[in-house]
T-cell receptor, first 113, second 112 residues
Framework: EPEVTQTPSHQVTQMGQEVILRCVPI?????FYWYRQILGQKVEFLVS????????KSEIFDDQFSVERPDGSNFTLKIRSTKLEDSAMYFC???????????FGSGTRLTVV | KNQVEQSPQSLIILEGKNCTLQ??????????LRWYKQDTGRGPVSLTI?????NTKSNGRYTATLDADTKQSSLHITASQLSDSASYIC???????????FGGGTRLMVKP
């Protein structure tokens, strides 16, 4: 069964550093998403991406965050200057249609120290 | 503000027993409602997707119900297994399909 692949599975970074989280969505999917889950809390929407542009973003997704689809397969989330409160599990998801089933990746656990 | 509330927060049942998890939502306009299973440290895995016109949908031992009038959904798990131990998350999708609103989940533990 097709999977969404995320790398790395765990990243530790120092406060103020830039991090890039990588995702390889399912190949024929057109809609891409990033979500995060702070330990013990709900999964929160960050951003949706379609046709090479952001279609929706939450208030969490401020100027420190950016997304990119640099080639035909990767979808990245960049955090420009990490803060302690950015520590969370970040999930990438993709879907073939706008309201269709999402497939989530296994997540990247980001720890900011 | 769109909200999804789930109950109970946690539940312990014996293997082989049935259980029902509840979800109330205020998302409007509404496109569909999904139930996900999330193992610790893993991404959510879809169990069911229901549009507003569907009242019930089954996936093996999982049966989801939806009452779009009262904005309530339930997930019934039949003949629970140890591997059912996980968080079960109710997710509501807005009409544009761009944003998912997640409930806080019900943490289910199945004991032998």
């Amino acid at each position: 069964e097709p999977e969404v692949t995320q790398t790395p599975s765990h990243q530790v970074t120092q406060m103020g550093q830039e991090v890039i989280l990588r995702c390889v969505p399912i190949s024929n999917h057109l809609y891409f998403y990033w979500y995060r889950q702070i330990l013990g809390q709900k999964v929160e929407f960050l951003v949706s991406f379609y046709n090479n542009e952001i279609s929706e973003k939450s208030e969490i997704f401020d100027d420190q965050f950016s997304v990119e689809r640099p080639d035909g397969s990767n979808f990245t989330l960049k955090i420009r200057s990490t803060k302690l409160e950015d520590s969370a599990m970040y999930f990438c998801a993709s879907s073939a249609t706008q309201r269709g089933g999402y497939t989530f990746g296994s997540g990247t656990r980001l720890t900011v120290v | 503000k769109n909200q999804v509330e789930q109950s109970p927060q946690s539940l312990i049942i014996l293997e082989g027993k049935n259980c029902t998890l509840q979800c109330n939502y205020t998302v409007s306009p509404f496109s569909n409602l999904r139930w996900y299973k999330q193992d610790t440290g893993r991404g959510p895995v879809s169990l069911t997707i229901m549009t507003f016109s569907e009242n019930t949908k089954s996936n093996g031992r999982y049966t989801a119900t939806l009452d779009a009038d009262t904005k309530q959904s339930s997930l019934h798990i039949t003949a629970s297994q140890l591997s059912d131990s996980a968080s079960y998350i109710c997710v509501v999708v807005d009409n544009a399909g761009n944003m998912l609103t997640f409930g806080g989940g019900t943490r289910l533990m199945v004991k032998p």
